[in-house]
């Protein structure tokens, strides 16, 4: 699904530091012996990004959003229906990363029986079941973004539980 | 809840890793992947120069991107003795998968063993001997020893026929040219082994003995042959589900090409489904005819192609045999097999009456003899390629089944052809290299039989196990473990004596309907709780391993880690095994026997390829296979020239035609007359029960699946093995989504949960098959055909809920498995 919503990528913010891993300190050979430090952190540090209020969704509609940067795409689902990890006070509320974690391809959302589908190879992953893969190629189940919903219905997502599609750390680093 | 890994990133690839190539060695596709591994205290970095693939990792890789690899593609294992980081993903320049990973596949890393990340605990490390009422570890000497003292006490008491042997035949795994010539050195070289059988089947046969008989080899087209075709012609297989990147890399490029594609099968199959949304559904015909008749069925297009004379003639004339009956029916031959004409004065069937076995419409079967063999408009000829698998050949009459499949693609001319060809689609890789079996007769030994008649003394047991892939499992299971128990009584009871006084127990124990049971696996299997000697080997990667796939590429993956713990390759447990057996015969002062065990000074794998493959094809070395890369060459081998090993794209393709060992290299037509049920019982049990329990496969652990018994990922997927139902079925029984149920008949019970699929047909289920948490052979009958091959497809059973859905089956996706836009 391409895109179709700007989400408020105010307060995006990227990995600290910058240096990856418990060994870290690959830059530090012009250091003294000794004074290697590591600099990173032990998981990356993902931006909290609002992705909407609980009032611009519809039940079943997805919402094209970004996270955690505009480069990997994902939607924003109401389900109607409470299921297991689902956010806001119906328990409903969940989104997941759209690239197809087999080889990148754009998933599509099928309202009829909530899944999200490949066109490419036919995988398809359960948007009900924490985006498990009913079938398909894939080696993991579809990354889901952790969200958390504030006082005023605003929607953040803070995580992601698998690795996305197409990087080798969720949040891209220099 | 969906199982998730919680990774948030990987070790990146530094650009000075070392790379290897790999075959994946779980299906018969063998796709190509590359094996990239690094000291553990490195890492890459995100800049182009710093990372193997020159790519900036600091931006987003975009779709089928080379430079990204999921966590399931990475592991920490042992290479010369030290942690390294290991990425095992697909290779791009691979002309099988095109960088396509399965989901089997691109989970090779993770289901190594490895004692930093935990994966893969359930891997063998040390021989084991039943030892003080358990199993002990100890060393290879010693193990070796009581298995070389018990076995050739037997052979030398009594005869070589009472050892009996279940080895793996086929390529990848723990399979391959090299552990096939091992064991089969060992067997039918210094022994001549007779009560043997292979890793699927309760006989040592070929499981495609017509096509054989008839001239042509199973194996004999190339993949690409499927994107040259006007038709694919698929029956009793499912390669979205099983040969999944042949179907996506090769079928679908085909189909999307204008092929058209006829499949045959009860089920309406995932591939059925994919084929509609890729070719158009009016492209697509699926045959959807009751269980077991698919020979009336062929019977029908050959006679409809035959009278509309949609036959290649010229063929036919020069590369067919022409005068009569060729090979008489007999014992050994299930049918005649000749001319065509010959064939044609049993096969003749016509459109209704196959549509009445069949119980699909005569009008349907017309149009399949049409996409298969109806001349162009312009008069050429068209092309059709023919693929088959375990739908008929573990199907009603294998023999004559196969053989008048084989029939229309010859009498079409669709043999060594371009966009032709009849093959088997395969299960796992080939790897076949052995001395002669002529000795071990045909029909051979039931082997599961003779077991079960109380005869046998030693049972050797290489990557087989019966409990999970044999039929009538449930007797099987219980005589095994009845005769195997009296043999570790008898230890218990020798316990404290010397190795003599062990022997002799178990000797005694022997003599008194015992048997002793050596297991050589990865894992402890199931039928490893029947051992009283487990020795652990290792597997492809873990050993440099030689195999060919479907298309006959033939590959040398490579060893990019250590063996587990003490494991070993397979070759060389047999060499080891030979090399006992000649100091134990030696002891016992039989010098002539126990020079029948020299020759087995391998020290490595390669060692044991040069005996065996290199010896018959000299053309082919380790070296030059390695500098053939993930590409391979296509077997058999004609020369080297310009620094390549020249191969063979497909075969026949000068119309002779040698699978039978015939001097006249002329293909034979099966006369394959329809006969029902062939095997015994088949009949009665169909009427008795009101489903048919079909067995079938699923991608996410075909083949690997007593790896992934120890798989989150999978296991989280499956809990327990699916049964397919009819959802109104399953209203009538009372049944939701992921109950526990048991299927019931004569021959034993098994258990699964109920799955619902809106396709299904009534009265019909689909049981996945080998399940180590509940084995389908347990409900089928013992019936076989003439040339011991089982059909393990046609049972029928009640169907009983055990209880509710647990914790875990009741939290699954119960949704169509077909892709939904």
């Known amino acids: 699904m391409k895109c179709n919503r700007m989400v408020d990528s105010g307060r995006r913010q990227f990995l600290r530091g910058g240096i990856v891993g418990a060994a870290g300190a690959a830059a530090a050979t012009v250091l003294p012996a000794g004074q290697a430090k590591a600099q990173g952190l032990a998981r990356v540090d993902y931006p909290s990004n609002r992705l909407a209020n609980i009032a611009d969704l519809v039940v079943n509609e997805p919402m094209d959003i970004e996270f955690p940067d505009a480069d990997s795409p994902g939607i924003l689902i109401k389900l109607g229906e409470a299921v297991e990890g689902g956010a806001g006070p119906d328990g409903d509320i969940v989104a997941y990363s759209v690239l197809c974690p087999h080889k990148g391809w754009m998933l599509s959302y099928n309202s009829g029986d909530k899944t999200l589908n490949c066109p490419g190879h036919h995988s398809r992953f359960d948007c009900e079941a924490g985006g498990q893969q009913t079938w398909g190629h894939a080696t993991n189940n579809l990354p889901q973004f952790a969200l958390r919903v504030d006082d005023q219905g605003d929607i953040h997502a803070e995580g992601v539980d698998e690795l996305i599609y197409g990087r080798l750390s969720n949040v891209l680093e220099s | ?27 018969i596709v063998g796709c190509g992947y590359k094996a990239y591994s690094w000291p553990l205290n490195k890492q890459g970095g995100t800049a182009p120069s710093e990372n193997k693939f020159g790519e900036d990792l600091s931006q987003q890789q975009f779709q089928d991107t080379d430079a990204w690899y999921s966590a399931s593609m990475y592991n920490i294992v042992k290479q010369d003795g030290k942690d390294v980081h290991l990425v095992v993903k697909p290779d791009v320049d691979c002309v099988v998968n095109s960088g396509l990973g399965s989901i089997r596949g691109a989970r090779m890393a993770e289901n190594r063993p490895s004692k930093v990340t935990g994966t893969q605990q359930q891997r063998l490390t040390d021989p084991m001997v039943w030892r003080n009422g358990v199993w002990q570890p100890t060393s290879w000497d010693d193990a070796m020893d009581l298995v070389a003292q018990v076995t050739a006490r037997v052979v030398t008491e009594g005869s070589e026929d009472d050892l009996v042997v279940s080895m793996f035949d086929h390529g990848g795994s723990a399979g391959g040219y090299e552990n096939t010539w091992g064991t089969g050195k060992l067997y039918f070289d210094s022994m001549k082994v007779k009560n043997c059988r292979i890793h699927n089947r309760p006989a040592y046969n070929s499981e495609v003995h017509s096509t054989r008989d008839m001239g042509v080899g199973e194996l004999n087209y190339a993949y690409e042959d499927y994107t040259l075709t006007d038709t694919i012609f698929m029956v009793g297989a499912n390669s979205m589900e099983t040969q999944t990147n042949l179907y996506l890399n090769h079928m679908v490029p085909g189909l999307q090409g204008g092929a058209k594609m006829v499949v045959v099968d009860p089920r309406r199959t995932l591939t059925v489904h994919s084929s509609e949304q890729f070719a158009g559904a009016e492209n697509v015909l699926h045959l959807a005819i009751n269980e077991g008749t698919d020979m009336a069925l062929f019977n029908a297009i050959l006679t409809h192609v035959v009278d509309h004379g949609w036959v290649d003639a010229d063929f036919i004339a020069n590369s067919t045999f022409q005068d009569g009956e060729a090979v008489a029916q007999d014992s050994a031959v299930p049918a005649g097999l000749g001319s065509l004409d010959y064939a044609m004065q049993t096969c003749r069937t016509s459109l209704d009456e196959a549509a009445d076995i069949c119980g699909v419409s005569s009008a349907d079967i017309q149009k399949a003899a049409e996409w298969i063999a109806e001349p162009h408009d312009d008069g050429s000829r068209r092309k059709c390629v023919t693929c088959y698998e375990k739908g008929i050949i573990w199907g009603n009459d294998n023999y004559r089944t196969i053989g008048a499949l084989v029939n229309i693609a010859l009498a079409t001319g669709n043999v060594g052809r371009e966009g032709g060809g009849i093959c088997r689609l395969g299960g796992h890789q080939e790897g076949y290299y052995r001395p002669n079996e002529g000795h071990v007769g045909r029909p051979a030994e039931y082997v599961d039989q003779f077991l079960i008649r109380g005869l046998g003394a030693v049972h050797h ?13 449930a007797e099987f299971k219980r005589v095994h473990k009845r005769r195997s128990d009296m043999v570790k009584d008898a230890i218990d009871a020798a316990a404290g004596g010397t190795r003599e006084q062990v022997v002799d127990a178990i000797v005694g124990a022997i003599n008194a309907g015992g048997l002793f049971v050596v297991d050589v696996d990865i894992i402890h299997s199931q039928i490893g709780q029947n051992a009283h000697v487990i020795l652990p080997a290792c597997e492809s990667n ?9 298309e006959r590429r033939m590959r040398l993956s490579e060893k990019y880690m250590d063996p587990y713990g003490n494991s070993k390759p397979d070759c060389l447990i047999a060499a080891e095994m030979a090399q006992n057996m000649e100091r134990v015969l030696r002891d016992m002062g039989d010098d002539a026997y126990a020079d029948q065990f020299k020759g087995y000074d391998w020290e490595t794998e390669e060692d044991a390829f040069m005996d065996g493959y290199n010896a018959g094809n000299p053309e082919v070395t380790y070296d030059r296979l390695r500098d053939m890369g993930n590409n391979g060459v296509q077997e058999p081998v004609v020369g080297f020239e310009n620094g390549e090993l020249v191969g063979t794209k497909r075969l026949y393709a000068d119309g002779s035609f040698d699978r039978h060992g015939r001097d006249d290299k002329k293909a034979l037509f099966c006369a394959a007359g329809w006969r029902g049920w062939q095997a015994a019982g088949k009949a009665r049990e169909q009427a008795a029960h009101k489903f048919w329990i079909n067995n079938v496969r699923a991608n996410i652990f075909w083949q690997n699946q007593f790896l992934d018994q120890k798989n989150e990922f999978v296991q989280d997927r499956f809990p327990y093995p699916f049964i397919e139902m009819n959802p109104d079925d399953m209203v009538d029984l009372d049944l939701n989504p992921g109950d526990l149920i048991e299927i019931i008949n004569d021959n034993g019970v098994t258990q699964g949960m109920a799955y619902p699929v809106s396709t299904a047909k009534p009265g019909q289920v689909a049981m996945v098959f080998g399940s180590p948490a509940g084995s389908q052979g347990n409900v089928v009958n013992p019936g076989v055909n003439e040339l011991v091959l089982p059909d393990y497809k046609h049972c029928w059973g009640d169907i009983r809920k055990i209880s509710n859905a647990t914790a875990e089956t009741a939290a699954i996706s119960f949704k169509a498995k077909e892709v939904q836009f």
Do not use: F
């Not at chain 2, 199982?3 to 790999?22: F, G, M, S, W």
């Not at chain 2, 990557?463 to 499992?473: G, I, M, Q, R, S």
């Not at chain 2, 873990?542 to 479907?550: A, I, V």
């Open chain 2, 461 to 473: 047991i290489w990557a087989c196990d019966h409990y999970k892939t044999t039929l009538n499992a």
């Open chain 2, 542 to 550: 873990e050993m440099n391993l030689t195999s060919m796939n479907g």
């Open chain 2, 1 to 27: 809840m969906a199982y998730k890994r919680h990774t948030d990133r990987l070790p990146i690839i530094p650009a000075d890793a070392k790379e290897q190539n790999v075959t994946c060695h779980y299906c």
